[in-house]
T-cell receptor
Framework: DQQVKQNSPSLSVQEGRISILNCDYT??????FLWYKKYPAEGPTFLIS?????DKNEDGRFTVFLNKSAKHLSLHIVPSQPGDSAVYFC??????????FGTGTSLTVIP | NAGVMQNPRHLVRRRGQEARLRCSPM?????VYWYRQLPEEGLKFMVY????????ESGMPKERFSAEFPKEGPSILRIQQVVRGDSAAYFC?????????????????FGSGTRLTVV
């Protein structure tokens, strides 16, 4: 039962433009949401998080938006850079110790 | 300031053998998490440990899998009598925070993973 879904396996964006990565979830009890970036043959690297009491969190070029009514999360990267090309995972947590990960979206930023 | 160290990076085992995966958390991190990524899937939680204690093993298969985090040395994920379905990337993450809220705000630090192939 996939509680966190990333329905777009891949996304291509021109350098300098905005990248928007989407994530949907089913569990209304999730209270924290995280985005991770992963390069091939490496572990995921933490990017940004948001708690359920907020609807936006910004860190440099990265902004995460949370729409609780729609159970939808998005990561905006602007401007996109070639070094942003990686697989992006969203993850969510309810009470307890584990995070539920989506299946990832492979972002390619075209120079 | 080494990150989370996992070894080996690649491990090949024949069906029925044992696999031992090691994870040394970041310095100062006393909370360790193991996740597994099957092909074409996201990471799935397996177990959460603190030094000498298993806190949450709700994601561990009931048989053949065990984990420990001794007072000295790395955390070990042990898979006995491996089968082809165990082939996956196994990631370890660590955190200095006991509080899930703090850990969630600052994220977990993942290692580069161990890719287990069962032949």
């Amino acid at each position: 039962d996939q509680q966190v879904k990333q329905n777009s396996p891949s996304l291509s964006v021109q350098e300098g433009r905005i990248s928007i990565l989407n994530c949907d979830y089913t569990n209304s009890m999730f209270d924290y949401f995280l985005w991770y970036k992963k390069y091939p043959a490496e572990g995921p690297t933490f990017l940004i998080s948001i708690s359920s009491i907020k609807d936006k969190n910004e860190d440099g070029r990265f902004t995460v938006f949370l729409n609780k009514s729609a159970k939808h999360l998005s990561l905006h990267i602007v401007p996109s850079q070639p070094g942003d090309s990686a697989v992006y995972f969203c993850a969510a947590s309810a009470f307890g110790n584990q995070f539920y990960f989506g299946t990832g979206t492979s972002l390619t930023v075209i120079p | 300031n080494a990150g989370v160290m996992q070894n080996p990076r690649h491990l090949v085992r024949r069906r029925g053998q044992e696999a031992r995966l090691r994870c040394s958390p970041m310095k100062g991190h006393s909370h360790v998490y193991w996740y597994r990524q099957l092909p074409e899937e996201g990471l799935k939680f397996m177990v959460y440990l603190q030094k000498e204690n298993i806190i949450d093993e709700s994601g561990m298969p009931k048989e053949r899998f065990s984990a420990e985090f001794p007072k000295e040395g790395p955390s070990i994920l042990r898979i006995q009598q491996v089968v082809r379905g165990d082939s996956a990337a196994y990631f370890c993450a660590s955190s200095p925070f006991r509080s899930k809220d703090l850990a969630a705000n600052y994220g977990y630090t993942f290692g580069s993973g161990t890719r287990l192939t069962v032949v």
